[in-house]
């Protein structure tokens, strides 16, 4: 009976969020933003991938009482900008910080327009280091696993478990709804692969995702980088994947 309960109640909280996600706004022709939660806004943004053609990827805006902590930006700093815009002027929300997941341009590629509006940015220190010998844009402060952020009376968890898609990616936890954001460590549900793994280590992805599912199997809602949100079965699929692409 209590199984029934849970599964009952996993499919209620899915009912709820996805009629909030049908909120969705369309900015420019490569950028949707969708109302998630109270507090969670996430965008997708669309740009050509050679070898892989038009490719989608999600970034996260969490906001508090008008001001907001941008996870991730879109590909470059001319979809960054038309980000930024709406959000600063057609939803009036300060964005006052900007966390990067790892160092792939679908992460932190509009880091210099953020920068160029004085937001600060925080990231990995391993972020920092590999932006350095790549001569990148590098984050602003660093951090070598946790580092929590606050944004008023709220806060956000950006965490480190170790190599898996690149050597320095980050989760973010966000406790009010209990929510993952697992960028591009976590794929979608119809994933077939890991995707790109060139700058990753597959040894290690494994153990990586166990070390994520033991510490947020309570969570309610899983986001990857590229897809479609779902539950903490989409840890337990990309651990699928990588005990086969070992």
Request: charged residues 25%.
């Amino acid at each position: 009976m209590r199984k029934i309960f849970i599964f009952s109640l996993i499919l209620i909280q899915f009912a709820v969020f996805s009629q909030k996600a049908e909120n969705i706004t369309t900015i420019g022709k490569d950028i949707e933003l969708r109302r998630f939660s109270e507090n969670v806004y996430i965008y997708s943004s669309y740009w050509k991938v050679k070898g892989y053609g038009i490719v989608e990827a999600n970034g996260l805006l969490y906001v508090n009482k008008g001001k907001a902590i941008l996870i991730d930006s879109p590909w470059n700093d001319k979809l960054t900008m038309q980000l930024y815009t709406y959000i600063v002027d057609s939803l009036k929300i300060e964005i006052i910080g900007f966390v990067p997941t790892h160092w792939h341009n679908d992460r932190m590629g509009g880091i210099d327009y953020l920068h160029s509006k004085g937001i600060r940015s925080y990231s990995n220190q391993r972020t920092i280091e590999i932006a350095k010998t790549k001569a990148l844009q590098k984050p602003d402060i660093g951090f070598k696993d946790s580092l929590e952020l606050k944004i008023g009376d709220e806060a956000i968890q950006c965490l480190y478990f170790g190599p898996a898609h690149t050597q320095d990616n980050i989760v973010v936890w966000i406790p009010k709804g209990k929510i993952l954001y697992g960028g591009c460590i976590i794929k979608s549900s119809d994933s077939k692969d890991l995707g790109n793994t060139i700058d990753g280590d597959l040894k290690a992805y494994p153990e990586t995702l166990d070390k994520i599912y033991r510490r947020f199997r309570n969570a309610n809602i899983v986001i990857p980088g590229h897809g479609n949100f779902g539950g903490i079965e989409l840890i337990k699929h990309t651990k699928e994947l990588s005990n086969k692409q070992k």
